[in-house]
């Protein structure tokens, strides 16, 4: 699949049952946690205004806003865009690609387990136009399930139609963004009774 379909197959995914299901979940505590780390580490640098990519429905979106950060967010898909707006965040329907803002207007990124979903091919074009959204010392957070080179539909994927997946090694995601970042730190965290890991990077324009 390229990007294009890949886009168009997530946002039916991605709709308003999905988007309702995920509204309920709670995150595991190692999520709050590297969530947490990366506030702190915005607050010691004194960043301020933060773009999350593939936010969902919001809820980290919200933890930030409401810790005192200039949030926006946004998602492929428009019914999880409607629930941030319920939040009271300033959302927006765009994808990787097309996120419409101008260059470096943002001190930090976030983005959790979406880019997961981008073919190989296209990831370098997603990370460098992530990069260029970013200010000179800008922070970016990116945590994906990887430890494995694996990419394809799942053919166990409850969501209809079943999600596109790209899963990396970590040498491979270290190559991958050095091309357009630098390394703050790189976490890899087992994940129990699974062949995959997440990575949790830390990243900064220079």
Known sequence: MDYQQVIESLKVAYGRESAEKRDLEDKQDWKLAERQAFLDLLRLEGKQKLLEVGAGTGTDS?????????????DLSPAMVDLCRVKGLEAYAQDFLGLDFPPASFDALYALNCLLHVPAQDLPAVLEKLSSLLRSGGLFFLGIYGGIEKEGVSDKDWHHPPRFFSRHTEAFMRQAVEAYFEIVSFKTIPLEKSEWSFQAMVLRRP
Do not use: D, N, R, Y
């Not at 919200?62 to 946004?74: M, S, W």
């Open 62 to 74: 919200l933890f930030f806003q409401q810790q005192g950060l200039e949030v926006i967010a946004t």
